[in-house]
Structures are given as structure tokens and as C-alpha cells.
């Protein structure tokens, strides 16, 4: 989600018409070739709650970014399992649940209780309403622990309890280990607990998540969520010895209502021929994936931008992070202004007046150059057009889908390369051996 507090609510209710999917077995996908904005395309009943879970961007980054997670756990490589592990199916969550994370289908419990959980790379715990819950969604399935036969909670002075953020143990050691966290402009109280975890077929017992007790806010994924972050809470932590600590997903258009998309564990099964840039660590922001980006190309030719606008800085948390929970990609700013000019001078069209916080729009047939992010270690990652440009739904009128940071403060160095930027991509995680990889793969349906 973003870094810059955007009126996508009005916005995004413009922009909702589907564009059709591009398909390639390589990096290199698109030509420059022509869009023509739809114009008439009715309004889904849909697009209002995704412009709403969407302005909630700017929360919930300020909150990931400034989150006590603890160091990781471990720097061992794990042994993991030699044989592939069925891959889980995910669906973008907009048209399911009205919000701007993928979802995968989650067994909870024995006999397993089903949820539609959130699957978010850039946090650690897991967390899912409870029954009783204060403030959850009422309308929404949620967990009962007292249906589960292998439920147990987790006591204060646990090692688990020690891990997550601002634990609570008025009663001392032994009893019920509580935390509060905030999740984008929501808050919560919740109470630590173990029981049997399965996506798809692949089954975890004791999984340490948190069960809800009380909701203050409305951003909080209404089935719950699964952290896929570095942290030592994080289901990649917890998992290990499994999987690897290796995970790859494949994302559908986020217009999509299909589960068609992938979430693959472990390192069997993962593409053999992926191009891979290092994985960076920030100790001071552990659980986000920084990558090295060392360019970006418009077209053909390689914007101009100054490398300390890109350089990593494990200090003040400056350099870019891959991110599934941001719909559009946030770029500090003078990176944003610099593509932004260059893919204008591209173009060769006069610009239409901004719409929202977007502001390289055409409401005439332009041809859309390629945008291409290069990485360190020859990796360059092109996105065709479905993946630069979001396209009205009444208005003809087309934008680049992407928007600049803000110009000060704690993150205005941070790049953040979104959702929408990823689908229809392999994004290979590999901690273990310290890198991040990228190959098309279309998972639209």
C-alpha cells in the first residue's frame, strides 16, 4: 500500500475496466504498441470498496515500516523437504472481499475451520477473528477455538510470547499471552495461540497466530491474515525446516475473481530458469524484502536518476522493497519524476488533468512504451501494458499506474514495487540462499 495519502476513493471508481492479458514465457514482453481508453464501460458495484481498502495505502506502509518485528530467528540454511508441495491457489481479494490482498484458502483448527486469509509478504504475525471478537466483521466467518480439539493458548514467558509486539501479561507468567498491533489505520488486541495450520494440502501443526478479541478500525482483512515477512513470528520462520524458508507466488489481475493464481513452498518446484538479484537485509526493517534496483528504462532508454535516489541504506530504510499488499508502485520522488518525464516524452501526447494522485493521463489513443526495472545482477524485469497503465471505466481516459513517495520525511527514499506491477509474474523469495527472482507467468483466468 502506499506511502502517500492519495483520494483514490474517487479515483479508482473511474478505473476499473478490464484490459485484456498479455501472455510470454520471457522477461522481455511488450513492444510499444497502442491503447484505446474505454468509454463507456459501466461502473461495478465492486470498484467503490476497492477505491476504499485502497486509500487505506498510506496507513498501513507507515505501520509495516515502523513495526517493532524482532530480529530473524535463525541464519542457518534449513533442510527442506525433497519433494515439490501441491501449490495453494490464490485469488485477488478485491471482488471476494472487498480488499487489496491476495487470499488463499486456510484450514484452521481440527476438524479444520475454513478462512479466506490474507497473504501479505511485508508482515510477520498471523492473525484471524475469534469468535466473540469485538469489532470484527459480523458478516464474516471466524474461528473457534473451542471447535478445535488441538487448540492451545500460548503462555506469558513463552518464547513465542516474547516475539510479538507489544505483549501483554498482567497475570504474569503462565497465563494467556495478549499483543496489540496496528495493521494500516486499524488497531487490535489479540491473544496468542497454537493449533494446526493447512493451505492446500500442506498441513503445519502448532502454528502460532493470533486470535482477535477486539477490532478498532475497519482495514483489517475480515477473515484474517498470514504474514510471510522475515520475522521470527512469520509463517516463513515458523516453517522452516519444511520449506525452506522459500516461497514464490504468481498473482492474477486484480480485476480477477479466480482462484488461478499460486502460492508455491519450498524450494522444490520452483522455476529452473528464473533470473534472481541478491536479497538485501535491513536490520532495522527486518521483515521487508529490499532489493538492489539500479535503473529503470522507459522504452529503450534508461532514465536518468540519480543512483543516491536508489541506493540501499540500511540507516534510514532508503532503497526498494517488493510488496503484495501495494496496489500501485510508489517511486521517491525524483525517481517518479524522472520516468514520469521520460514516459511523456515517450508518449508525444498532451496529458489530460490528473485524476486522483495520478498525473500522466490521456484521454486520446496513445502508444504505451514499455517500463522496465533493472536490478542487480543483470536481472531486467519489463512489464507489458496491462501492467502500466489502469484504464477507465466511463471517462476514456488512461493513467500510468504508478505515483511518487512523498518529498519528505521518514519515507520519501523508499521505492515500493506493487501488486499491480507483479501480476502475472513469478516472484521467487529465497532467504535461504539470499535472493529474489522474477519470470512471467500468466495466472490470470
Known amino acids: 500500500m502506499s506511502l502517500l495519502a492519495l483520494p483514490l476513493l474517487a479515483f479508482l471508481s473511474i478505473f476499473l475496466t478490464p484490459t485484456t492479458a498479455v501472455s510470454s514465457s520471457t522477461l522481455q514482453l511488450a513492444r510499444s504498441h497502442s491503447v484505446t481508453p474505454n468509454a463507456g464501460a459501466p461502473l461495478s458495484a465492486w470498484a467503490a470498496s476497492v477505491a476504499a481498502q485502497s486509500a487505506a495505502d498510506t496507513a498501513r506502509i507507515v505501520s509495516m515500516l515502523t513495526s517493532g518485528a524482532g530480529p530473524l530467528t535463525t541464519r542457518a540454511k534449513p533442510k527442506p523437504k525433497n519433494r515439490a508441495n501441491p501449490p495453494v491457489p490464490i485469488a485477488p481479494g478485491r471482488q471476494i472481499l472487498s480488499i487489496p490482498n491476495y487470499i488463499a484458502r486456510a484450514g484452521l483448527g481440527t476438524p479444520a475451520q475454513t478462512l479466506l486469509v490474507a497473504i501479505d509478504p511485508s508482515n510477520d504475525a498471523a492473525w484471524v477473528p475469534c469468535s466473540a471478537c469485538a469489532g470484527c466483521a459480523a458478516?464474516?466467518?471466524?474461528?473457534?477455538?473451542?471447535q478445535s480439539s488441538t487448540y492451545r493458548t500460548v503462555p506469558c514467558g513463552s518464547p513465542q510470547c516474547a516475539q510479538v509486539p507489544s505483549p501483554s501479561c498482567p497475570a504474569g507468567v503462565g497465563s494467556s499471552c495478549g499483543f496489540n498491533l496496528t495493521y494500516a489505520a486499524s488497531t487490535f488486541q489479540a491473544v496468542l495461540g497454537q493449533d494446526s495450520l493447512a493451505l492446500e494440502n500442506n498441513v503445519v501443526v502448532s502454528y502460532t497466530f493470533g486470535c482477535l478479541r477486539v477490532v478498532r478500525g475497519n482495514s483489517v482483512p475480515p477473515q484474517g491474515l498470514l504474514g510471510f515477512g522475515r520475522g521470527p513470528l512469520s509463517f516463513l520462520s515458523q516453517t522452516k525446516d519444511t520449506y525452506g524458508s522459500v516461497f514464490s507466488y504468481c498473482l492474477p489481475n486484480y480485476r480477477s475473481s479466480n482462484f488461478s493464481g499460486t502460492l508455491k513452498l519450498g524450494p522444490i518446484g520452483q522455476p529452473k530458469r528464473i533470473k534472481t538479484t541478491p536479497l538485501l537485509y535491513n536490520p532495522h526493517r527486518p521483515s521487508l524484502y529490499y532489493v538492489n534496483m539500479i535503473g529503470i528504462r522507459v522504452g529503450s532508454k534508461v532514465v536518468q536518476v540519480p543512483q543516491s535516489a536508489l541506493a540501499f541504506n540500511p540507516v534510514t530504510g532508503s532503497g526498494t522493497i517488493i510488496d503484495a499488499g501495494t496496489m500501485f508502485t510508489r517511486l521517491a520522488a525524483p525517481v517518479y519524476a524522472a520516468v514520469r518525464d521520460a514516459f511523456r516524452g515517450r508518449v508525444r501526447t498532451p496529458v489530460a488533468p490528473p485524476l486522483g494522485g495520478f498525473d500522466t493521463c490521456y484521454n486520446v489513443?496513445?502508444?504505451?512504451?514499455?517500463?522496465?526495472?533493472?536490478?542487480?545482477?543483470?536481472?531486467a524485469v519489463t512489464l507489458p501494458e496491462e501492467n502500466v497503465m489502469i484504464h477507465s471505466s466511463s471517462g476514456g481516459v488512461a493513467c500510468l499506474a504508478m505515483a511518487a513517495g512523498p518529498s519528505d520525511g521518514v519515507n520519501a527514499a523508499l521505492n515500493v514495487l506493487a501488486s499491480?506491477?507483479?501480476?502475472?509474474?513469478?516472484?521467487l523469495f529465497d532467504v535461504a540462499n539470499g535472493r529474489v527472482g522474477f519470470s512471467r507467468e500468466l495466472c490470470t483466468a
Do not use: E, I, K, L
Request: glycine share 4%; no cysteine.
Open 365 to 379: 489513443t496513445v502508444s504505451v512504451p514499455t517500463v522496465t526495472f533493472m536490478f542487480a545482477g543483470a536481472v
Open 420 to 427: 499491480m506491477q507483479q501480476q502475472n509474474q513469478r516472484v
Open 139 to 146: 458478516s464474516s466467518p471466524s474461528f473457534s477455538p473451542t
